[in-house]
C-alpha cells in the first residue's frame, strides 16, 4: 500500500487490558547484536513469529529502509 508503519513503542492491545511496552525499540538493530555477542548472549536470527517459511517481506523492507537511510542519515530517528 505504499505505506511504512511502525509498533509504537508503548501501546494498548485491543482489548484495553494489557499495556505494551517496547524498551529497546530506538536501540539500533546492530548495537543490540554487537552487545549481545559481547556479553555472551544467545542471537536468534529473524525471529519473527509470522516468519515461519523464511523472512521474506521483513527482509525485503530491511533492505528498502537500510537504503534509504543510506540516502537520509536522519531516517532512524524521523520513524
Known amino acids: 500500500n505504499g505505506q511504512v508503519r511502525t509498533m509504537k513503542a508503548k501501546y494498548k492491545?485491543?482489548?484495553?487490558d494489557v499495556e505494551v511496552i517496547?524498551?529497546?525499540?530506538?536501540?539500533?538493530?546492530?548495537?543490540?547484536r554487537q552487545f549481545?555477542?559481547?556479553?555472551g548472549l544467545p542471537v536468534i536470527n529473524e525471529n519473527c513469529?509470522?516468519?515461519?517459511e523464511g523472512p521474506k517481506e521483513r527482509a525485503r523492507?530491511?533492505?528498502m529502509?537500510?537504503?534509504e537511510e543510506?540516502?537520509?542519515?536522519?531516517?532512524?530517528?524521523?520513524l
Do not use: D, Q, T
Open 13 to 16: 492491545n485491543e482489548a484495553g
Open 22 to 32: 517496547r524498551p529497546l525499540v530506538y536501540v539500533r538493530e546492530a548495537l543490540n
Open 36 to 39: 549481545s555477542y559481547e556479553s
Open 49 to 52: 513469529p509470522a516468519c515461519f
Open 61 to 63: 523492507v530491511k533492505k
Open 65 to 67: 529502509l537500510s537504503k
Open 70 to 78: 543510506g540516502e537520509n542519515p536522519a531516517l532512524f530517528h524521523s
